[in-house]
């Protein structure tokens, strides 16, 4: 029997004992904890080193935006105001002066942070002043509330104005309390010296200090200077700590040399009003003139407004009247018919003309005269203002003889003075004037002018028939005169108009003692709402010229609808043309006619009405 042969247990390969589930658990949890450490370890890794490219980036790549941004942050870059320039008379005195001011603002972020920071902060860095919008509240006399609504409606702005050109007391106050998020800021305000005397001529500027009406407004350009630049260091609170320096430096605006003379100015306005509340009147204009340089001395608009009180400013008052409005001339257009009648050759000062009855018809109208002349000449046609002897002339010599006096003198042409909303009138071309417009237009009637046109008008008849072009500006240089009719008709004209204030004419209340007078009244219907001519409201007009013997200066008074007295212009616009150039007469020391060697002499009483009290001592001896 054969010995089964047996493996040493030894020698035997032992079989791979299966692991159990909990075996297999535990290898899982280790091998998960270990990738979660990986990834962990991982994302930290790429974390810092995310972190770390970022620094090297900001610290070196990107080091000087970061430096910029860090800096705009507390530098700002602060306007300079640029101060405008004067308006003067042509003496130098002023008529629009530039005072500094401040404005208070707030920055309603800088000011809501503040706050914020206030309500976390148990100890606040400023314990004096807690409540910065009730004390500028105080300051500025408003409530709470107000001010309160006005920042939180710019919450997210971080400039307000608050409140402008604020009087000084209350800037310093403000300035003193250095309050969080609130600052003053230089500005200028506009000062007019002359106040309602000027204020239709020099106009007025907004708050801003921009030019929005007359001369303000036409000369803004000039007048505004170019405002600069400062960079200054503020801190949270927006207060400036540093000035680091100017950019750009303020440029002034030019000063603006007017023609005006403030003590005419002064006169004319003066005696202007006068005349019109006497009268009851609804406006009244006057222009008071060089005739050798066509420079306005004086111009008046009434009723006025005062520029330093923006209340009492309407449309109606803000208006300058001599140079915006227009009207009929009435009579006061005779000389220059009169002279296109010399003009024309076929007529001479003692050529006469049948007025009689009174009355003529033309062209289907009826033309009247205030009573029967008769026979009249040139001086009795300007003496007695006789529409029935302007008629017969102006069939005579046509038309357009007529009209080109009237255009060469400036009527329906801009004056070019360069002032807001001037206007050039209003005359129709010759070939548009009927037979009965032919003879309307010889007194005054179918035609426009303004208070400004007719001036220069007469300023061109009384030098010698040179017409010169107004200014409104101080004239540093001889004017350019353009010889628009004869000098011997001119001055024929001018002796002729002495007839007019003499006791036989119509404005002997013109008269001046010592002086010989030319000049011509005019009083015109008013065209109504329904286009057609009142009966009971008038423009009445004077111009005149002194002295006759040696024009140097005239004047036209324009009194629209006097309610009080008489209508005629005669009683109207001529007495207050008498006590404007008694006055001017006397403060240019113009010596009179009748006394060469000596200087005007005016009463007491004539002195005390013509200068205002505070030009008394200024204007002694002219």
């Known amino acids: 029997m054969s010995r089964a042969v047996t493996t040493p247990l030894r020698n035997q390969k032992k079989a791979a004992p299966t692991p159990s589930a909990k075996d297999r658990a535990q290898w899982w949890s280790w091998l998960g904890a270990r990738w979660r450490v990986a990834v962990v370890s991982g994302v930290f890794g790429l974390s810092a080193l995310i972190l770390v490219g970022r620094a090297v980036q900001i610290q070196i790549s990107e080091q000087g935006f970061y430096l910029q941004q860090g800096g705009d942050r507390q530098q700002r870059v602060q306007v300079i105001p640029a101060h405008r320039g004067m308006i003067t008379d042509r003496n130098g005195d002023p008529l629009a002066i530039s005072v500094p001011v401040d404005a208070v603002w707030v920055n309603p972020t ?27 509240a105080a300051f500025l006399e408003i409530p709470r509330s107000v001010l309160q609504a006005q920042i939180d409606s710019n919450r997210s ?23 969080p998020g609130v600052g003053l800021q230089r500005e200028y305000q506009r000062f007019y010296p002359t106040g309602d005397v000027s204020a239709p001529l020099v106009g007025f500027t907004n708050i801003d200090d921009h030019g929005q009406a007359g001369l303000e407004a036409s000369y803004n350009q000039y007048l505004s200077g170019k405002a600069g630049q400062r960079l200054i260091l503020k801190d949270a609170y927006g207060h400036e700590i540093d000035d680091l320096g100017v950019i750009s430096p303020a440029q002034p605006g030019n000063d603006l040399a007017l023609s005006i003379d403030r003590r005419l100015q002064y006169l004319t306005y003066s005696e202007l009003a006068k005349g019109v509340v006497e009268t009851q009147a609804e406006y009244g204009s006057a222009v008071l003139m060089n005739v050798a340089t066509g420079e306005v001395l004086a111009m008046a608009s009434v009723p006025s407004f005062n520029p330093n009180n923006r209340a009492t400013m309407t449309p109606a008052l803000t208006r300058n009247r001599a140079i915006v409005d227009q009207f009929e001339p009435g009579s006061s257009m005779k000389p220059f018919t009169i002279l296109a009648a010399l003009e024309s050759g076929r007529w001479q000062p003692q050529s006469t003309v049948n007025t009689s009855p009174g009355w003529v018809r033309v062209g289907g109208f009826t033309i009247r005269d205030h009573r029967n002349y008769g026979v009249l000449d040139l001086r009795g046609i300007l003496e007695k203002s006789s529409n029935v002897g302007a008629s017969h002339i102006a069939e005579d010599i046509g038309n357009k003889a007529l009209w080109t006096e009237f255009h060469d003198f400036g009527f329906g042409q801009d004056a070019g003075v360069g002032f807001p909303g001037e206007v050039s009138g209003r005359m129709e071309n010759w070939r548009d004037w009927s037979v009965s417009g032919t003879a309307a237009h010889s007194y005054g009637y179918g035609l426009s002018v303004t208070t400004l046109q007719l001036a220069t008008a007469y300023a061109a008849l009384a030098n010698h028939g040179r017409y010169i072009h107004p200014t409104l500006l101080r004239r540093s240089q001889p004017a350019h005169a353009v010889q628009v009719a004869s000098a011997k008709d001119a001055d024929t004209v001018v002796s002729l108009l002495q007839a007019v204030v003499s006791p036989e004419g119509t404005a002997p209340k013109a008269r001046i003692p010592g002086f010989h007078i030319a000049g011509k009244t005019g009083t015109s219907r008013m065209i109504g709402p329904d286009g057609k001519y009142s009966t009971d409201k008038y423009n009445t007009v004077f111009a005149g010229i002194a002295p006759a013997s040696d024009p140097r200066l005239v004047l036209v008074v324009v009194v629209t609808d006097p309610q009080k007295g008489s209508y005629y212009a005669g009683d109207v616009a001529a007495p207050i043309f008498q006590h404007i150039m008694a006055g001017a007469l006397r403060m240019l020391n113009i010596r009179p ?9 005016l009463t007491a009483q004539q002195t005390t009405r013509l200068i205002p009290m505070s030009l008394t001592k200024r204007t002694e001896g002219g």
């Open 110 to 136: 800088e000011i809501t942070k503040y706050y914020q920071q206030l309500r976390t902060d148990p100890n606040p860095k400023s314990k004096k002043d807690p409540d910065p919008i009730k004390t500028l």
């Open 593 to 601: 006619d009748d006394l060469p060697n000596e200087p005007a002499q």
């Open 157 to 179: 702005k971080q400039f307000i104005y608050v409140r402008r050109q604020l009087r000084p007391s209350v800037a310093q106050q403000i300035r003193a309390a250095k309050l």
